[in-house]
């Protein structure tokens, strides 16, 4: 089973930036994609990014919300994934997670990892 635990998270005004670190256990890491996620209080837990394994080419797909100013990425030496994000605003404020995923329809899924305790990102305008 993999563990990820998240970090980076913190209080900030709108317009700064922030960059959060997923470090995933298991040595099947490099196998997966990995993907971001956020969930802010009373709502479900959305989307955000994920980054494609080198043999799935590397590519990254973003929620039309944080395209253009967040950044996934990953190292697979370190078994460790990041998300930087530019230009915040107060709807950006969520715990936000790490998991491997899947392609699921016009998204992706956790696929079945356990969520971790999240990193809180708090955006004050």
């Known amino acids: 089973q993999v563990q990820l635990v998240a970090a980076g998270g913190g209080l900030v005004q709108a317009g700064g930036s922030l960059r959060l670190s997923c470090a995933a256990s298991?040595?099947?890491?490099?196998?997966?994609?990995m993907g971001w996620f956020r969930q802010a209080p009373g709502k479900e837990r959305e989307f955000v990014a994920v980054i494609q394994t080198i043999w799935n080419g590397g590519s990254t797909y973003y929620a039309e919300a944080v395209k253009g100013r967040f950044t996934i990425s990953r190292d697979n030496a370190k078994n460790m994934v990041f998300l930087a994000m530019n230009s915040l605003k107060p709807e950006d404020t969520a715990a936000y997670y790490c998991?491997?995923?899947?392609?699921?329809?016009?998204?992706?899924?956790?696929?079945?990892?356990?969520w971790g305790q999240g990193t809180q990102v708090t955006v004050s305008s």
């Open positions: 998991a491997p995923v899947v392609r699921d329809r016009n998204s992706w899924r956790n696929v079945g990892a356990n």
């Open positions: 298991g040595r099947t890491f490099n196998n997966f994609d």
